[in-house]
């Protein structure tokens, strides 16, 4: 399995525009997650997912901020407009269910707001 | 609120030396246990998982959980200097699917 694949690896943007994440979970993992980490604040959970549907959002720090999961093999984290306080490495990770089950993360999305 | 409190470091410790991690968590419902090694620009990895009190020895690394003091760490003998990361301690409570993490304590290993 190639692991959880995110895309783009970089992101560079202007303050206003419309910035997506994509995510591929591993197959057959039923959690799919979306981190945020800075320095300031560590990783922080944005909003989960379980079987493709949003479970608890409550992470998510502004309405500017959305994600979705079409289908058990893509999800995407929109933010939009960004802002530079934005700024932060976003991870995708996703596991199996069961409380033991660990997470794989994705390479992550280096964002930067200018 | 779920809390999981890591001592940011740096910690130093030299070449062959044990490094000692540690992680306190809030919640008394937390079932199971993790360790996270993160190297600087790349993504968290698991090293050790652990649900029952005691240790837990997988190599170099050993995992001490107490339940009742609402601790867990990680012990690192014959430290390396390719054990120089960051360590998150994440904690997921009985029926909640959701890991939560510590800021994490930077390790420096040095030669």
């Known amino acids: 399995d190639a692991g959880v694949i995110q895309s783009p690896r970089h992101e560079v943007t202007e303050m206003g525009q419309e910035v997506t994440l994509r995510c591929k979970p591993i197959s057959g993992h039923d959690y799919l997650f979306w981190y945020r980490q800075t320095m300031m604040r560590g990783l922080e959970l944005l909003i989960y997912?379980?079987?493709?549907?949003?479970?608890?959002d409550s992470g998510m720090p502004e309405d500017r901020f959305s994600a979705k999961m079409p289908n058990a093999s893509f999800s995407t984290l929109k933010i939009q407009p960004s802002e530079p306080r934005d700024s932060a490495v976003y991870f995708c990770a996703s596991s199996r269910a069961g409380p033991g089950e660990k997470l794989f993360f994705g390479s992550g999305t280096q964002l930067s707001v200018l | 609120q779920k809390e999981v409190e890591q001592n940011s470091g740096p910690l130093s410790v030299p070449e062959g030396a044990i490094a000692s991690l540690n992680c306190t968590y809030s919640d008394r419902g937390s079932q199971s246990f993790f360790w996270y090694r993160q190297y600087s620009g790349k993504s968290p990895e698991l090293i050790m998982f652990i649900y029952s009190n005691g240790d837990k020895e997988d190599g170099r690394f050993t995992a001490q959980l107490n339940k009742a003091s609402q601790y867990v760490s990680l012990l690192i003998r014959d430290s390396q200097p390719s054990d120089s990361a960051t360590y998150l301690c994440?904690?997921?409570?009985?029926?909640?699917?959701?890991?939560?993490f510590g800021r994490g304590t930077s390790l420096i290993v040095h030669p």
């Open positions: 994440a904690v997921r409570t009985g029926g909640s699917y959701i890991p939560t």
């Open positions: 997912f379980n079987n493709n549907v949003p479970i608890d």
